[in-house]
Nanobody
């Protein structure tokens, strides 16, 4: 059973940076994709970045200049570097994994229904 555990969230001032981490256990060898989603109170969960096992990446237009997704296979972890944080980035951030979505391409927009495995989330709060 694949398990995902997020860490790295916190409260920061606008303009600051955070690096979110997602530790993966119970991984089954094969092609896969992983993604970061976020959900603000009263809003739908939205995909912000995705990466596949070949390290191809995709970003939501609203974050592509400030967010960077990466993998460290040796550490079995995925990361999301967030720079120049804005108050509108305040949300619970979730990592997710899929063995059905095997390829990520520029313009790909991850949807929650496509991802079977989820972490519990890490809160990011940005003050102005």
């Amino acid at each position: 059973q694949v398990q995902l555990v997020e860490s790295g969230g916190g409260s920061v001032q606008a303009g600051g940076s955070l690096r979110l981490a997602c530790a993966v256990s119970g991984y089954t060898p094969g092609r896969y994709s992983m993604a970061w989603f976020r959900q603000a109170p009263g809003k739908e969960r939205e995909g912000v970045a995705a990466i596949d096992s070949d390290a191809a990446t995709s970003y939501a237009d609203s974050v592509k200049d400030r967010f960077s997704i990466s993998l460290d296979n040796a550490k079995k972890s995925m990361y999301l570097q967030i720079d120049n944080l804005k108050p509108e980035d305040t949300a619970m951030y979730y990592c997710a994994a899929s063995f059905e979505i095997r390829h990520v391409y520029i313009g790909y927009e991850p949807r929650p229904s496509e991802y079977k495995y989820w972490g519990q989330g890490t809160q990011v709060t940005v003050s102005s």
